[in-house]
């Protein structure tokens, strides 16, 4: 695993307590579900639940989805709606979408948009945006003006002016949101999430190895990890990240960090594991390797923004 040139450090500041495992810990609800998507196994209903999910502050969505809503506002109101000359002069979008390239930007936007509609089942506002941006293909050269192009949304879904208007200005707000989640893809953060067993003179193990991957146009706050250790409370750990010496897998323009330590934690029937990191959706990769696996029943989902592991010793399940 490697990295790049940032430091992020996080930690548990109001509330905080030594944890039996090291590091600073605060309480946290286990009580806090939310539907699974499992990475690496099937879990049953009844293991899936056993991972404890717990709300993510996402102090950065508001100010990013201000910034992208603004911008596309901005676009919306001229003549020709969105074009390359326009992406250029409209940075966040252009961070986000093209990796600083207004071209990219359009282009992904484009095809994600034209994907949305064709995957999606109510994809009625979205379509509205793209008309109100000129992003259609169905537009003709006589729609250069907003106007325009609201009057051609309406012909062909059967809409007068204001109710179009209505759902322009809903489908700008959830392609705020498509922007600021799924839609970035060359900008995407990535976090790997290593998890080793081990057979130690103290007894059994896990070891928690965590690599990010970050990019300057998707800001990201600071990883946020909960432990459960048996039937014990949730308790939530401090991080701390230093860039990475590693010079595999440098790239330009990014930042790779490293938790500064690996964080061992004690395995004694089961522990489980609950990483939120956002406010962006970042790809997330899991492995769990080490001795005795075979000793160890294994539970990954990966749920949006969030990644559940749970690690219990088989005779405990039984």
């Known amino acids: 695993?490697?990295?790049?040139?940032?430091?992020?450090?996080?930690?548990?500041?109001?509330?905080?307590?030594?944890?039996?495992?090291?590091?600073?810990?605060?309480?946290?609800?286990?009580?806090?579900?939310?539907?699974?998507?499992?990475?690496?196994a099937n879990p049953t209903d009844?293991?899936?639940?056993?991972?404890?999910?717990?709300?993510?502050?996402?102090?950065?969505?508001?100010l990013l989805e201000e910034r992208v809503l603004s911008e596309l506002l901005a676009a919306r109101k001229q003549p020709e709606g969105l074009t390359e000359g326009l992406m250029a002069r409209l940075p966040t979008l252009t961070a986000l979408l093209g990796d600083g390239d207004p071209k990219a930007a359009l282009d992904d936007l484009v095809r994600n948009v034209l994907a949305h509609s064709q995957e999606t089942d109510d994809a009625l506002a979205v379509t509205a945006a793209a008309y109100s941006l000129g992003l259609t293909r169905e537009l003709d050269s006589r729609a250069n003006t907003h106007l325009?192009?609201?009057?051609?949304?309406?012909?062909?879904?059967?809409?007068?002016?204001?109710?179009?208007?209505?759902?322009?200005?809903n489908g700008l707000r959830e392609l705020t949101k498509l922007i600021?989640?799924?839609?970035?893809?060359?900008?995407?953060?990535?976090?790997?999430?290593?998890?080793?067993?081990?057979?130690?003179?103290?007894?059994?193990?896990?070891?928690v190895f965590?690599?990010?991957h970050t990019h300057p146009a998707a800001p990201m706050r600071?990883?946020?990890?909960?432990?459960?250790?048996?039937?014990?409370?949730?308790?939530?750990?401090?991080?701390?990240?230093?860039?990475?010496?590693?010079?595999?897998?440098?790239?330009?323009?990014?930042?790779?960090?490293t938790l500064d330590r690996p964080l061992t934690v004690p395995l004694s029937q089961a522990v489980r594991l609950s990483l939120r990191w956002?406010?962006?959706?970042?790809?997330?990769?899991?492995?769990?390797?080490?001795?005795?696996?075979?000793q160890f029943d294994v539970v990954t989902e990966v749920v949006g923004r969030r990644v559940g592991v749970g690690v219990m010793r088989r005779d405990s399940t039984d």
């Open 1 to 40: 695993m490697a990295c790049r040139d940032m430091k992020v450090t996080s930690g548990a500041t109001e509330s905080a307590r030594s944890g039996p495992y090291g590091g600073a810990m605060r309480n946290q609800p286990d009580d806090d579900q939310e539907p699974t998507k499992d990475g690496q």
């Open 46 to 62: 009844k293991e899936a639940a056993s991972l404890p999910v717990t709300p993510f502050d996402d102090g950065l969505s508001p």
């Open 148 to 169: 325009a192009r609201l009057e051609a949304f309406g012909a062909a879904y059967g809409f007068e002016q204001r109710q179009a208007r209505r759902h322009s200005d």
């Open 180 to 207: 600021t989640s799924h839609f970035t893809t060359r900008t995407q953060p990535r976090l790997d999430l290593v998890i080793v067993t081990s057979q130690r003179d103290s007894g059994d193990a896990v070891t």
């Open 210 to 212: 965590i690599d990010l």
């Open 222 to 257: 600071p990883p946020r990890l909960g432990i459960r250790l048996d039937d014990q409370p949730s308790g939530e750990v401090a991080l701390r990240f230093v860039p990475s010496l590693s010079k595999t897998d440098q790239t330009p323009g990014w930042s790779h960090q």
């Open 278 to 294: 956002g406010p962006l959706w970042p790809q997330l990769t899991v492995m769990v390797t080490g001795e005795r696996s075979n």
